[in-house]
């Protein structure tokens, strides 16, 4: 017994130990792979970020002071290495005064659109100014998780895939909301893959990854939300090669629009105008 309590580890020697283990991703990533195997590891989106890797967070921004700061605050925590592009779309709330702050971060870039033009336009600027191997689009309210960074980005740093779409409609949870919302993301779905013969099942959704090269031989247009259609019809209209395209399951957890939510039936009617405008012609 004596020899036990010689060599068992102490209350805060412990707690050291796991600190260590959480601050250093090598040290974790062994451990669980010693742990688990590296077959239930890859599962969970485990696995080791290639060195000198960086991922382009690009956020686009329109009158978010409510959720600003925490939605920045869970993507800084993602351990991957990262910079964020935040894009403030002439936000007249007081939101800029918050990102005028976050420019102090050695990480994060913010850029002033100095009208509203969109989520589109917003977009347009980010992947201008982003300099990653990989780039995600991130909304900046608090409907998606950055949480799941790791299993978005785990299909291309494998080189199974260029591009990726989070699909809210594959298997995670998600907030119950509104009905004709549903159906009409899942017609604008549709139709989407009726013109690019793609088999999405979500082409609406905000988590879209790309390698930068294929944000490079695009030119995009839309100012508006039909960024998701006009993306979608040009990436699938890249042949020899043919992009990759994978769909990863996420949660989703929608606002209401006295919570902010900003898109609408316009915009929906937008999105049909641009999925065929788009797939006919550049």
């Not at 050291?16 to 250093?24: E, H, L, S």
């Not at 994978?246 to 105008?273: C, H, Q, W």
Request: aromatic residues 10%.
């Amino acid at each position: 017994m004596a020899s036990d309590a010689n060599t068992s580890l102490g209350t805060t020697e412990f707690e050291a130990m796991i600190d260590q283990i959480a601050q250093d991703p090598e040290k974790r990533l062994k451990v669980l792979h010693s742990l688990l195997g590296e077959a239930p590891c890859r599962q969970v989106g485990v696995y080791r970020i290639p060195p000198g890797f960086l991922l382009s967070v690009v956020i686009p921004v329109y009158n978010e002071l409510n959720w600003i700061q925490e939605i920045v605050r869970r993507v800084q925590e993602v351990p991957i290495p990262k910079e964020l592009i935040l894009i403030d779309d002439y936000s007249t709330d007081g939101t800029r005064s918050i990102l005028m702050e976050m420019e102090k971060v050695p990480n994060i870039r913010v850029i002033y659109h100095p009208h509203n033009q969109g989520k589109g336009a917003a977009l347009r600027t980010g992947f201008q100014h982003a300099k990653g191997d990989v780039v995600i689009v991130q909304d900046a309210d608090l409907e998606y998780d950055p949480a799941e960074y790791p299993r978005l980005l785990q299909p291309i740093i494998e080189n199974r895939a260029d591009v990726v779409f989070g699909s809210r409609f594959i298997g995670d949870n998600h907030r119950v909301l509104y009905f004709w919302h549903y159906v009409a993301n899942k017609g604008l779905t549709l139709l989407s893959n009726f013109f690019t013969n793609l088999n999405l099942t979500d082409m609406e959704t905000c988590y879209k990854v790309f390698k930068r090269e294929v944000l490079q031989g695009i030119t995009l247009k839309s100012d508006r939300f039909g960024f998701e259609p006009e993306i979608t019809a040009k990436i699938a209209k890249k042949k020899k090669p043919a992009w990759r395209i994978y769909e990863v399951p996420i949660s989703y957890s929608g606002r209401t629009y006295e919570e902010g939510k900003k898109i609408g039936m316009k915009d929906a009617f937008n999105a049909l105008y641009c999925i065929v405008r788009f797939w006919l012609k550049d």
